[in-house]
């Protein structure tokens, strides 16, 4: 294979070599991953390995003690607080495991929020959400507030909220962890369904191989260390 001319788009996101310690605890050791655009990679590894602190990492929400990260062509660990904000706004969406959604709001003001955050008008905003929860098929829902959600719904709405800015990447950690394995099924299919039709980008952390099977792609995290035949060897 190492005569073919590899054709795929260059990375879109990256970690070089990064290091990351709480204290004394090392989390990331020389951790290196590369990301293409359109890719939906999990990243899987024992408890502890430093998976949820990588994502964290890569989504600028962590900046590491070494190493870069590289997204779309520029550093991001070298950007302020307020520009790895405004990223995080514009261009990354986030799936947790606990849906983390407001739950005094209705489902369509937790859709609307990022947009609403972005300065989109009520006008726009709410029509956007209503389009988004359409797709998750979840518009039956839209006034019922999310604190009376299923987790399943939860996390439905949870993916509508993050795809509703149409981001580059969706970061999800553990998005099926509080589900059983009907509903974790299907709120992957869907979050990797919209992914494809919008060509986002997905990395996913996950314990669970049927999620990871779901993707294109796994990477496995241990002891800090990230196993990534493609980290650092796409030419730009
Ligand atoms: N806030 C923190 N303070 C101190 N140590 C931490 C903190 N968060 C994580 N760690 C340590 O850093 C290491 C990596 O943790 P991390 O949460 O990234 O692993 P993980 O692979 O995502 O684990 P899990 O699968 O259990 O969620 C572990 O040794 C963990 O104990």
């Given at each position: 294979m190492s005569d073919t001319v590899d054709a795929r788009p260059g990375p879109l996101l990256e970690a070089r070599s990064v290091e990351r310690s709480y204290g004394r605890t090392p989390a990331l050791r020389e951790a290196s991953l590369s990301v293409r655009a359109g890719e939906i990679l999990a990243i899987m590894g024992p408890s502890g390995s430093g998976k949820s602190t990588l994502l964290h990492c890569l989504a600028g929400i962590f900046t590491p003690d070494a190493g870069e990260i590289w997204f779309d062509g520029r550093r991001?660990?070298?950007?302020n607080d307020a520009r790895r904000s405004e990223l995080r706004r514009t261009a990354f969406g986030f799936v947790f495991q606990f849906g983390q959604?407001?739950?005094?709001?209705?489902v369509a003001d937790n859709v609307a929020l990022p947009l609403l955050l972005g300065r989109v008008g009520r006008r726009q905003a709410y029509p956007r959400a209503g389009e988004m929860l359409r797709r998750l098929r979840l518009e039956e829902l839209g006034e019922r507030r999310t604190g009376e959600l299923s987790g399943g719904q939860a996390q439905r709405v949870a993916i509508a909220r993050a795809l509703v800015t149409r981001p580059k990447v969706i970061f999800a950690d553990e998005p099926t962890g509080a589900l059983d394995s009907l509903a974790g099924e299907e709120v992957m299919e869907l979050l990797v369904g919209l992914a494809r039709q919008e060509g986002t980008t997905v990395i996913v952390v996950t314990h669970d191989a049927r999620v990871a099977a779901c993707a294109d792609r796994e990477v496995v995290v241990r002891d800090g260390r990230v196993t990534d035949p493609y980290a650092g060897q796409v030419l730009r």
């Open positions: 991001l660990d070298l950007l959604l407001v739950p005094e709001l209705t």
